[in-house]
């Protein structure tokens, strides 16, 4: 089976799929940007179950019920704060989806839809991220073949714009 690779301009919360990729803070208790927007979405069980994990190292994964979301689950991810590129900030991104990704396929989630992790307040660039994200979702994909999609989830055009060009790269190499 082939995983399809696919870029949404929406809302994540309103996505029906197994598992939503939230852009946490390392207390998963809610905060700013499109962490605060899934806590409000999905209601004050998700903190409940969130406050019982005991937060969430940088670069690591966790996973929670949906609630009121049309999503099964929400994958919680902690991405790296940009500091000029030189404090690991590349391998921590890139942990953050690879990790994502094995707790979805270990909680047998086949569609999967991600959120532009670290670009928003925690300041990364978007071009720089969307590589990132793109090549470490392809490079998971086509070595586990449990996936059937993954949603890149965009709110803003110049997020769009560096996801659609990096896709178009991979899908030109294919």
Same mark, same amino acid.
């Given at each position: 089976?082939?995983?399809?690779?696919? /870029?949404?301009?929406?809302? =994540?919360?309103?996505?029906?799929?197994?598992?939503?990729? +939230?852009? *946490?803070?390392?207390?998963?208790?809610?905060?700013?940007?499109?962490?605060?927007?899934?806590? &409000?979405?999905?209601?004050?069980?998700?903190?409940?179950?969130?406050?019982?994990?005991?937060?969430?190292? &940088?670069?690591?994964? %966790? =996973?929670?019920?949906?609630?009121?979301?049309?999503? %099964? #689950?929400? =994958?919680?991810?902690?991405?790296?704060?940009?500091?000029?590129?030189? #404090?690991?900030?590349?391998?921590?991104?890139?942990?953050?989806? +690879?990790?994502?990704? %094995?707790?979805?396929? *270990? +909680?047998?989630? %086949?569609?999967?839809?991600?959120?532009?992790?670290?670009?928003?307040?925690?300041?990364?660039?978007?071009?720089?991220?969307?590589?990132?994200? =793109?090549?470490?979702?392809?490079?998971?994909?086509?070595?586990?073949?449990?996936?059937?999609?993954?949603?890149?989830?965009?709110?803003?055009?110049?997020? &769009?714009?560096?996801?659609?060009?990096?896709?178009?790269?991979?899908? *030109? /190499?294919?």
């Amino acid at each position: 089976m082939t995983t399809e690779l696919k /870029l949404v301009w929406t809302d =994540i919360t309103t996505l029906a799929v197994d598992a939503i990729v +939230n852009a *946490a803070n390392e207390t998963l208790m809610g905060g700013g940007g499109v962490d605060g927007v899934i806590h &409000r979405a999905a209601g004050p069980k998700l903190a409940q179950e969130c406050f019982t994990l005991w937060g969430c190292r &940088r670069g690591m994964a %966790k =996973i929670t019920q949906g609630y009121q979301l049309p999503a %099964k #689950h929400v =994958i919680h991810t902690v991405g790296p704060i940009w500091m000029g590129g030189n #404090h690991g900030e590349a391998d921590l991104l890139t942990s953050c989806y +690879n990790e994502s990704l %094995k707790v979805a396929v *270990a +909680n047998h989630c %086949k569609t999967v839809a991600f959120s532009a992790i670290s670009c928003g307040v925690y300041g990364y660039p978007v071009d720089e991220a969307a590589h990132i994200a =793109i090549k470490t979702v392809w490079d998971f994909v086509n070595q586990n073949k449990e996936l059937e999609t993954v949603y890149f989830v965009v709110f803003e055009e110049r997020v &769009r714009v560096a996801y659609q060009s990096v896709l178009d790269e991979v899908f *030109a /190499l294919c």
